[in-house]
């Protein structure tokens, strides 16, 4: 099946203590993003890539890392969460970098910094 | 700069009734416009896009979308909403070249028996 994978689902933290969340899809996609959602905000940007270890800032790209290492995975990093990235957290692909393709999230990582 | 707004935070409707989610944008150029659904504890689904040609367009799941580029809108209908279609529904405007989405607010649909 095709799709795109987070994990964790749910992640609970406290500041300061580093994290990853994993983002992989089995499409062969090239283009890959990741987006927090906040209430009254809908979805943004933080990165994006448009192919292997090549990235690219969104636009609330503070207090994040990515890396693209392999096509496939597109993981999240943060290195010192604080409070204000407590967020749901979304990974998303598509076939192409233009936003004519279509893009495909995943299920979302719902994270609480304490 | 470019942005999109969904002016409803919350729409309550009865089941089998007419469904319209209005969706308002700003962007220079001509629009990719997107209707995306949340169903809780889910990631986002596409329902329908507009990127150019007839301004009325189906997607899934029997939603509709009109394009008005006088008016800068893109709203999305139903004719008769379901108990299944309460979710939350946010518009999106495709960015350039990088294929950043930005998205409205979101709109939550409740839908009463």
């Known amino acids: 099946e095709a799709q795109v994978t987070q994990n964790p689902r749910y992640l609970i933290t406290v500041t300061g203590k580093k994290l990853t969340v994993t983002c992989s899809q089995n499409?062969?996609?090239?283009?890959m993003s990741w987006y927090r959602q906040d209430p009254g905000l809908g979805l943004r940007q933080i990165y994006y890539?448009?192919?292997?270890?090549?990235?690219d800032k969104g636009d609330v790209p503070e207090g994040y890392k990515v890396s693209r290492k392999e096509k496939r995975n597109f993981p999240l990093i943060l290195e010192s969460p604080s409070p204000n990235q407590t967020s749901l957290y979304f990974c998303?692909?598509?076939?192409?970098?233009?936003?004519?393709?279509?893009?495909?999230f995943g299920p979302g990582t719902r994270l609480t910094v304490l | 700069a470019q942005s999109v707004t969904q002016p409803d935070i919350h729409i309550t409707v009865s089941e089998g009734a007419s469904l319209e989610l209005r969706c308002n944008y700003s962007y220079g150029a001509t629009p990719y416009l997107f209707w995306y659904v949340q169903s809780p504890g889910q990631g986002l689904q596409l329902l329908l896009k507009y990127f150019s040609g007839d301004t009325l367009v189906q997607g899934i799941k029997g939603f509709e979308a009109e394009f008005k580029r006088s008016q800068s809108s893109f709203n999305l209908r139903k004719p008769s909403v379901h108990w299944s279609d309460a979710a939350e529904y946010f518009c999106?405007?495709?960015?350039?070249?990088?294929?950043?989405?930005?998205f409205g607010q979101g709109t939550t649909l409740q839908v009463k028996p």
């Open positions: 999106a405007v495709g960015s350039g070249n990088t294929g950043k989405l930005i």
């Open positions: 499409m062969n996609h090239e283009y």
């Open positions: 998303a692909s598509s076939r192409g970098i233009g936003v004519y393709n279509e893009q495909f």
């Open positions: 890539s448009m192919n292997v270890e090549v990235t």
